[in-house]
């Protein structure tokens, strides 16, 4: 199952699949939908520049929205079950890349502890 994650992983990153392929790949191979969302993040392919705005085109007041930089660490809380784990922990690296002073831990948990925490979750609004 770990190929069949990698190679949906690469299929996404390379563009050969949309967002809503990767996640539904993902979540029948047992990913919970945060860990096929963290994975998602981490995995996007790179962004494409926009096209160059005609000399004539009057500018916005809008300025382009960015993700800012937390002012303090911040660690979040990913729950998966194999096969989900080792591509979530080889994609550590490119996440923090991508979201500065933002960082994921993996809770390694069994699909019925997982499924119970996720139930408990969704009933009290977290």
């Known amino acids: ?46 962004a ?12 916005t007041a809008v300025p382009p929205t960015a993700t800012p930089k937390p002012k303090e660490p911040v660690t979040l809380q990913v729950t998966a079950w194999v096969p989900a ?6 994609s550590k690296d490119d996440f923090a890349g991508k979201f500065p002073g933002v960082s994921y831990e993996v809770v390694d948990r069994g699909s019925i502890e ?8 969704m009933a009290s609004g977290q």
């Open 85 to 90: 784990v080792p591509v979530l922990e080889r």
């Open 114 to 121: 997982t499924h119970d925490a996720l139930t408990v979750a």
């Open 48 to 59: 494409t520049e926009a096209p160059k705005a005609a000399a004539t085109a009057v500018p």
């Open 1 to 46: 199952m770990e190929d069949k994650l990698t190679g949906l992983v690469q299929s996404y990153s390379q563009s050969k699949i949309s967002r809503r392929d990767f996640l539904r790949g993902a979540t029948a191979l047992g990913l919970s939908m945060s860990a096929a969302s963290t994975l998602l993040s981490a995995c996007a392919p790179a």
